[in-house]
Structures are given as C-alpha cells and as structure tokens.
C-alpha cells in the first residue's frame, strides 16, 4: 500500500489508512479486521486495542474523512472568489482523490445506519457552505420558501452524482470523468448552474 508503508505513520493511523483503502476498494462488509491490520503490518490486536471494534475503526475512517474535508473547505479565503473556490476544492477532494472517490461511494450506496449518518453529516457540511455562500451571493431563489430545504440536496447530488453513478457515466464521455480537465470543466458548469440556474433568472430569459 502506499501511503499506509511510511514508517512515520503510528499503528493507530496506518490502521487507518490501510482501513479507508480496503473499505474504498471492497467495501466495509468484505473486509477483515485481520485484513486491515495485515495491510497496515501491524498485529489484528492492535483494531481492538485502538477502536475497540470493526464498527469503531469505522467510526474513525469517517471521522477522518470528514475532517478532511472539513479542513480543505475551512481553508477557502473567501476573497478569493468563494464560489470558485469551494467549487475547486470539492471537485478536487470529491474527484481527484481515487481512495476518497471509493471510500463514499461505498458507504453511500449502502444501507445501513453508519452510511445514514455519514451522508447527514456531509449535509450539515452542505447547509453550512450554502449559508458562506448566501452571505456573498444572496439567498438561492430569493429565500423564505420551502423548496430552499432541498438546496444542501442539490449541492450534495451535483457534487457527488459523478462519484455515485461513475460506472454509468463514464461509457457516455469522451474523456476520464475525474480527469484535471474534465473536473475543472464540470466545476465550471456547476458553478454557473448555482448561480444562474438551467435558464437563468426570470430578467434574463428572452421576453423576461
């Protein structure tokens, strides 16, 4: 494994690390505690000793994720353009980062409580960046209403639609759908849809 081999790394985080890739790669159910710990070197005591369970490795897998991405959209100036900016950061924790890209779509597509949670989560993640967002922009589609509750939704479906449906897409592009060019062009799209919609404001459609 790659990142998992560095001896700077302690048992606890190459447990992991070596734990988010064979998650990503088989999914939570077809790994082994005594797989994981195989995969960081490490004895399979070692699961029990720092987590307690698999459910508590687990438990810390997500917990790192979403600090991860916590702190990369923490870190966006928003004088730097903050719609461009979180849109660079999303496309390039959710689609540049294979292991990541893996991760979420195998908790997501389960059906369990622990993949419930992540995705509620990843929601509040969402509220709380459209709210960064509405600060500078304006309330989505003047406020008040009770469709605004679907707006985290939608944020959540544009960004991680390609990682979820990846298998069907991809046979319908031309080019690698998480490749450098293709992710800056689908940020772009989506930041205009953002701000603009399908067809724009009703000021900016012919006869409007």
Same mark, same amino acid.
């Given at each position: 494994?790659?990142?998992?081999?560095?001896?700077?790394?302690?048992?606890?985080?190459?447990?992991?690390?070596?734990?988010?890739?064979?998650?990503?790669?088989?999914?939570?159910?077809?790994? /082994?505690?005594?797989?994981?710990?195989?995969?960081?070197?490490?004895?399979?005591?070692?699961?029990?000793?720092?987590?307690?369970?698999?459910?508590?490795?687990?438990?810390?897998?997500?917990?790192?994720?979403?600090?991860?991405?916590?702190?990369? *959209?923490?870190?966006?100036?928003?004088?730097?353009?903050?719609?461009?900016?979180?849109?660079?950061?999303?496309?390039?924790?959710?689609?540049?980062?294979?292991?990541?890209?893996?991760?979420?779509?195998?908790?997501?597509?389960?059906?369990?409580?622990?993949?419930?949670?992540?995705?509620?989560?990843?929601?509040? =993640?969402?509220?709380?960046?459209?709210?960064?967002?509405?600060?500078?922009?304006?309330?989505?589609? =003047?406020?008040?209403?009770?469709?605004?509750?679907?707006?985290?939704?939608?944020?959540?479906?544009?960004?991680?639609?390609?990682?979820?449906?990846?298998?069907?897409?991809?046979?319908? *592009?031309?080019?690698?759908?998480?490749?450098?060019?293709?992710?800056?062009?689908? /940020?772009?799209?989506?930041?205009?849809?953002?701000?603009?919609?399908?067809?724009? /404001?009703?000021?900016?459609?012919?006869?409007?």
């Amino acid at each position: 494994m790659r990142a998992v081999e560095k001896s700077d790394l302690t048992g606890r985080a190459r447990l992991r690390a070596a734990a988010l890739e064979l998650f990503a790669e088989r999914g939570f159910e077809a790994t /082994s505690t005594r797989a994981v710990a195989a995969a960081a070197g490490v004895s399979p005591a070692l699961v029990t000793r720092h987590f307690g369970s698999k459910d508590g490795l687990r438990a810390e897998v997500d917990r790192y994720v979403l600090e991860r991405i916590g702190g990369e *959209l923490a870190g966006v100036d928003p004088a730097d353009g903050l719609l461009e900016s979180l849109g660079s950061v999303s496309a390039r924790l959710f689609g540049a980062d294979p292991v990541l890209r893996g991760y979420l779509r195998q908790v997501l597509l389960e059906d369990s409580e622990a993949s419930a949670e992540l995705f509620g989560r990843l929601l509040s =993640g969402a509220r709380a960046e459209l709210e960064r967002l509405s600060a500078v922009h304006g309330t989505p589609g =003047g406020g008040g209403g009770a469709d605004d509750a679907w707006a985290p939704f939608q944020l959540l479906c544009l960004i991680l639609g390609p990682l979820l449906l990846e298998r069907v897409m991809q046979p319908n *592009l031309d080019d690698p759908m998480f490749a450098p060019d293709v992710l800056r062009h689908r /940020s772009a799209a989506n930041q205009r849809l953002l701000l603009r919609g399908f067809y724009g /404001s009703p000021e900016e459609r012919p006869g409007g």
